[in-house]
């Protein structure tokens, strides 16, 4: 099955903080690459971000996205560096846009 993949404002707009170009374009391709069998890439993520999904892209960097099987949409919104215990590691980035609305998307 193929799977349309939506990208968030959110999450474009921290991809274009990305100081790398050619990072930014690896994570564009790999988030391409969502549109096959989202669902066995990446890991399941628990706890606050339950629901969610991160997958590894060039090195330290990480894609998170949702699948939505109803619609065949994966919706992606979040991307960035992983720096466990610093303020900009994605994860805690995502968890403080979840928590401000912003990880959002519209079915």
Known sequence: M?????????CLSLI?????????SI???????LKTSPEKQGK????????F?????????RVI??????????WVVAAGI???GDQKDIYKVAKRLLK???LDYEI
């Open 82 to 84: 992983r720096k466990e």
């Open 53 to 61: 999904r991160s997958i590894y892209v060039a090195g330290r960097y």
């Open 16 to 24: 274009e903080k990305i100081p790398d170009k050619r990072i930014q």
């Open 27 to 33: 994570i564009m391709d790999r988030i391409e690459a």
């Open 100 to 102: 401000l609305g912003l």
């Open 44 to 51: 399941i993520l628990v706890k606050k971000l339950a629901g």
């Open 2 to 10: 193929t799977y349309k993949v939506e990208i968030t404002d959110v």
């Open 65 to 74: 996205y949702k699948i939505d099987d109803d619609s065949t949409v994966v």
